[in-house]
């Protein structure tokens, strides 16, 4: 487990929050409320980092209205050490708690990858988005707007010769300040066990120290045994965790 000091894990929860951004967003206080027409949950729920106006369960009442007039579940994420208090109050409200996940970090690259060709762009094509399985299912109509709603995101891919339906694997990452933070790695299943992961990483990685990125960051579910044993391998350690909070449906 993380012993990260709460400011240490607000800090960087902010600066992940600049590269996979709400298509609407909106402070709170120290708050930030991000909607995204329902695509993912980083950039459908109010990032609690410091404290709200008025205290922790007056804003229970103002995040569930917020999200209920865009027509979208309430949802908090609780990032840990620092969002405790905020946790009791979604829980005392009987908004139910998903599993952790893990912010992992680490150098950024140099990587050693297997020799294959990588694209990078500066947009995501069709078939990059026919690659990028979220949570394995295809991607709504939103994702797009989503992706590209950072600055300079760099769209990296895998395309297989002759070229298949979909690249052979994929990944998204921004640089902000000094820092990589690497999304959207997705593996076709034909491609898997291939170093093809890496791959992608790493010529994020390359660009990104071109860039002056000198770290790196990603999240992964906790639940996520293959992800984290090759992330492990790469050098990556655990920094903080954070959950998801739902309100009740209705």
């Known amino acids: 487990m993380t012993t990260a000091a709460p400011t240490r894990v607000a800090g960087l929860e902010r600066l992940a ?7 609407e967003e909106e402070p709170y206080g120290d708050w930030l409320l991000r909607a995204g027409g ?4 980083r950039a459908n729920s109010v990032l609690v980092t410091g404290d709200p106006p008025g205290g922790v369960r007056p804003a229970v009442d103002t995040v569930t209205g917020w999200y209920a007039d865009r027509g979208l579940r309430p949802c908090a994420a609780v990032p840990v050490p620092g969002g405790e208090a905020a946790d009791a109050a979604f829980a005392a409200a009987g908004w139910t ?6 912010v992992l970090v680490a150098p950024a690259g140099p990587w050693p990858a297997v020799d294959v060709p990588v694209q990078l762009d500066d947009a995501p094509d069709a078939a990059w988005l026919a690659g990028y399985r979220h949570r394995g299912a295809a991607l709504p109509a939103t994702a797009a707007a989503v992706l590209r709603n950072a600055e300079r995101p760099l769209f990296a891919s895998v395309r297989p010769d002759p070229v298949a339906a979909r690249p052979a694997a994929v990944a998204r990452g921004v640089v902000v300040d000094e820092w990589l933070v690497v999304s959207a790695v997705t593996v076709d299943e034909p491609y898997r066990r291939r170093g093809l992961a890496t791959a992608v990483m790493a010529a994020l990685a390359t660009e990104a120290r071109a860039r002056g990125a000198t770290s790196c960051l990603l999240q992964v579910t906790a639940s996520n045994a293959p992800a984290l044993a090759l992330y492990a391998r790469m050098g990556f350690t655990e920094h903080h965790r954070y959950h998801y909070r739902w309100a009740p449906p209705g």
Do not use: M, S
Not at 17 to 23: I, Y
Not at 38 to 41: D, K
């Open 17 to 23: 929050a600049r590269t996979w951004r709400g298509l």
């Open 97 to 102: 708690r998903d599993e952790d996940v893990l």
């Open 38 to 41: 329902g695509f993912t949950g």
